[in-house]
């Protein structure tokens, strides 16, 4: 309960019917634009995954997967999927995907160790996207173009739903704003990674925040990124490391910053072993992944996560996630919810 936000005055602008409606017109819209956008097909993805092959997303190498033997494999575990980021790029070189074009998927996970509250919930899902780049993209000059495009369809996502329900009034900028999270500890030296975000949020509307896993110029790191994934380490055209980050908005509603998407150029053979060594996982050279990706047998990419429910909060102007998914939450706080006008599914 101490995680919850409760915002001062909050009213429900769109009944349970409209709420589900409206979630129904902004995936339909949204995933046509994206797939659009960055040319990319949509495949079937998988739930669970073996355990041990390296496939599953490690998030910031903390996180529990949630995991259960299967009968006819002798007890062999699988575990529930945090993200697909490595799976993704295992079914770019499956499909033979040329460079330019993607696929998306539906990834759905269980995050049984997140700290429930507005934002964060048990059950994540989102939509899990990769493409194909050559080797002169891996910059971050390409890496801001596909977050340009990437929040044009938001914005023309976020169109359609107030012109669809006229109470529901526009508040995304026009633009995002790009800054390196060394840049942003030097704007505010004495506020926390999370404060940063806000301030830097409030002020633009739309922030997108380059460099996320790697350690700042104070020893600590913005965020935690696991090292086999995307690239924090390479120098980019601002000469600071790093060709990931995050798109994150200001959220009215809730008075913070919100994150919708983590994103980034992907890991090449010379920068994942670079990681691997910086957190100590070499071990992790010897499994399936890492090994296709160490004899050059995958190709090139760049790939991220967009939140569904998220987006569909965001849009929809709701003040709790649980407005939009149905997941398990505490009996406080789903009482407490309910007295401040946001009862949850």
Known sequence: MSQLIKPTGYERLLDTRQTERGIKLIKEFFQQNISTELRLRRVTAPLFVLQGLGINDDLNGVERAVTFPIKDLGDARAEVVHSLAKWKRLS????????????????????????????????????????????????????????????????????????????????????????????????FPDKTPKEREDAICEKYGAVFIIGIGGKLSNGEKHDGRAPDYDDWTTEGDEGLPGLNGDILIWYPILGRSFELSSMGVRVDKESLLRQLKLEGKEDREKLYFHQKLINGELPLSIGGGIGQSRLCMVLLHKAHIGEIQASIWPDDMRAECKKLGMPLI
Not at 109 to 135: F, G, M, P
Request: glycine content about 2%; some cysteine.
């Open 92 to 187: 770019l070189a499956e499909y033979k995907i040329e460079p330019g074009y993607g696929i998306y998927t539906d990834m759905n996970a269980i995050r049984a160790d997140e700290e429930l509250d507005n934002l964060h919930s048990l059950y994540v899902d989102q939509w899990d996207w990769e493409a194909v780049i050559t080797k002169e993209q891996r910059n971050v000059r390409f890496l801001k173009n596909v977050v340009e495009r990437i929040y044009a369809a938001i914005r023309r996502t976020e169109y359609l739903t107030c012109e669809t329900y006229p109470q529901l009034k526009p508040f995304l900028p026009e633009k995002i704003t790009f800054i390196h999270s060394e840049m942003l500890l030097k704007m």
